[in-house]
């Protein structure tokens, strides 16, 4: 038995209690015809009727309570179980579209784990396969939350160019790409790092750290490592225009660049990014790509090779989503020669562009 069902049957045992004690009180200063002498005012008051109603009702009480509680509780369920069941559909369509228009409700009634859990379930019933939406569910999840910043309206543009300081052709011959990148976020970082290293797994390290604007990896070749001023250099950096100072540090086998943003972490502000590096790219590598890092709405990229001695460049689009990605290439006597891509929807961490040159002497050398 609960509490409160104990409460409710001490309280109603008192009360016969009380209500049969009285009664008793009352039959008996009615036999007593002496007390009208001693209180003339009793005789107006019908003392053995109101005994008789007290002492009966306090037995009823007694009564009621010990055998129809039993039956009173079974019909009190059975009214429940009924207004349940023809209220059941109203009661649940209320309160899906109360969820489905007031999301932020789900937040006060449910925990986390019950969120993902409503979504894989979500996801299956649309999917028709469990396996399927758990594992997609997984993955998005774990590549949003492991960012800490949404990007929106990125626009990058590289310009490719023979490196002055190095063989035309052969081994050691390369591209000199200075990379430009603007968008807009809303900071939830007070630093910014640029790194470069020759080695695979700090490179890889690297691209997981959200602190870390871009990461670049730079195989040694021709006595150049990545902790070269030539290999990687960042050439400027501003939020909202203003230009910002950075610290270089460098170590054996890689180097770093590091930018104080000077801007609140966390601030609802919505600032504007901009900087621009310079990397090295070896041209019998015949590849560019570039990462996008965090979540982003929005891509534009320009990619110009005029003086290369390039005769085509190919793209290679590694965005995962349900809008087409756009490629046009400027017209065959524009300078520069220019292909660009657009892509208007959300790219993830592990999105990026790729671009794959054919060179005019390795054609040549074909025929």
Not at 23 to 33: E, K
Not at 112 to 127: G, H, S
Not at 151 to 176: C, H, I, Y
Not at 184 to 199: H, I, K, P, Y
């Amino acid at each position: 038995m609960s509490p409160l069902q104990r409460l409710y049957r001490t309280k109603l045992t008192l009360l016969a209690v009380i209500l049969t004690a009285l009664g008793v009180l009352l039959l008996v200063l009615g036999q007593h015809d002496d007390l009208v002498i001693v209180a003339p005012w009793l005789a107006w008051l019908p003392l053995s009727e109101l005994g008789s109603t007290l002492f009966g009702s306090g037995l009823i009480v007694v009564a009621f309570q010990y055998i129809d509680e039993r039956d009173a509780e079974e019909r009190a369920n059975e009214r429940l179980r009924k207004v349940l069941k023809e209220e059941a559909p109203a009661i649940r369509d209320a309160v899906i579209d109360g969820f489905a228009f007031a999301p932020d409700a789900l937040v006060d009634v449910a925990s986390p784990e019950t969120l993902d859990r409503v979504v894989r379930n979500t996801l299956a019933i649309q999917l028709g396969d469990q396996a399927l939406a758990h594992d997609l569910y997984s993955d998005l999840r774990h590549q949003v939350t492991a960012s800490t910043e949404r990007r929106q309206d990125m626009r990058v543009t590289v310009n490719l160019a023979p490196w002055p300081k190095g063989p035309a052709s052969g081994e050691g011959s390369m591209f000199v790409a200075t990379i430009r990148r603007e968008y807009r976020v809303t900071l939830t970082e007070a630093t910014r790092r640029f790194a470069c290293t020759s080695d695979p797994d700090e490179y890889r390290e690297s691209l997981l750290d959200p602190t870390n604007a871009e990461a670049w990896y730079f195989e040694p070749v021709a006595g150049i490592d990545a902790a070269s001023p030539d290999a990687f250099e960042l050439l400027q950096f501003t939020v909202d225009g203003r230009p910002r100072s950075t610290r270089r540090s460098k170590r054996s086998g890689g180097q770093s660049f590091t930018v104080t943003l000077d801007v609140e972490p966390g601030s609802p502000r919505e600032v504007e990014i901009t900087y621009t590096y310079r990397v090295l790219v070896q041209q019998h590598g015949h590849l560019l790509y570039l990462d996008f890092g965090a979540p982003c709405k929005g891509i534009d990229v320009d990619f110009s090779y005029g003086g290369c001695g390039i005769r085509h460049v190919n793209v290679l689009d590694f965005i995962a989503g349900s809008q087409p990605t756009r490629v046009s290439r400027s017209p065959a006597d524009a300078s520069p020669p220019t292909v660009s891509v657009r892509y208007d929807g959300w790219v993830f961490p592990k999105s990026g562009v790729a671009f794959s040159w054919v060179l005019e002497r390795e054609f040549g050398s074909l025929r």
